[in-house]
């Protein structure tokens, strides 16, 4: 049962150009949504979140859009850069349950120069 | 910066044998947990642990697994007669505190033991 759904197992993106990370979910007691990034033979690390009473959050040159009625979210990267080639993955936390993460497969980036 | 650390690396054990895999969580971390990825599936929650028991399981983490905390250091994970199945990366995991919720309340992650039963 694949509550949330990352649809593209890979892209890939010219260096300085924007990368589109997409990712759906299909729980609607879903509140609370992470990006996180895992590079070959390391773990996962935290990159940004975005909580259900939000449309929008920035950090940097990444930002992820909420679009709850759709139940869909992306992480816009601008510009990319060869070093944010890595797995995506988007989880997201039920409400009411503060730590469980539900992961989606991920998606590979890989950003050429 | 800080990291949780995991041995071993890789492990490969035959069906039907006992395997503890071996975290040292962030120091002053206090939740910890254990996830695991079967090559080009999804991550999954195993277990979660607090104060010296276990907070949280998932339905993976059946009598076959059981996690310690033996010392103030080490967090194990200890799977009793390894299945095939079993064959998987297991992470590590620490928080300071216990939600996820905020960018400052996030987990960290081991480099993950990978365990081939052969």
């Known amino acids: 049962d694949q509550q949330v759904k990352q649809n593209s197992p890979s892209l890939s993106v010219q260096e300085g150009r924007i990368s589109i990370l997409n990712c759906d979910y299909t729980n609607s007691m879903f509140d609370y949504f992470l990006w996180y990034k895992k590079y070959p033979a390391e773990g996962p690390t935290f990159l940004i979140s975005?909580?259900?009473i939000k449309d929008k959050n920035e950090d940097g040159r990444f930002t992820v859009f909420l679009n709850k009625s759709a139940k869909h979210l992306s992480l816009h990267i601008v510009p990319s850069q060869p070093g944010d080639s890595a797995v995506y993955f988007c989880?997201?936390?039920?409400?009411?349950?503060?730590?469980?993460?539900?992961w989606g497969l991920g998606t590979s980036l890989a950003v050429n120069p | 910066e800080p990291e949780v650390t995991q041995t071993p690396s890789h492990q490969v054990t035959q069906m039907g044998q006992e395997v503890i895999l071996r975290c040292v969580p962030i120091?002053?971390?206090?939740?910890f947990y254990w996830y695991r990825q079967i090559l080009g599936q999804k991550v999954e929650f195993l277990v979660s642990?607090?104060?010296?028991?276990?907070?949280?399981k998932s339905e993976i983490f059946d009598d076959q697994f059981s996690v310690e905390r033996p010392d103030g250091s080490n967090f194990t994970l200890k799977i009793r007669s390894t299945k095939l199945e079993d064959s998987a990366m297991y992470f590590c995991?620490?928080?300071?505190?216990?939600?996820?919720?905020?960018?400052?309340?996030?987990?960290?992650f081991g480099e993950g033991s990978w365990l081939t039963v052969v």
């Open positions: 975005i909580s259900s």
């Open positions: 642990f607090y104060n010296n028991e276990i907070s949280e």
């Open positions: 995991a620490s928080s300071e505190r216990g939600s996820f919720r905020g960018a400052s309340n996030t987990i960290y």
């Open positions: 120091s002053n971390h206090l939740y």
């Open positions: 989880a997201a936390l039920n409400a009411g349950n503060n730590r469980k993460l539900i």
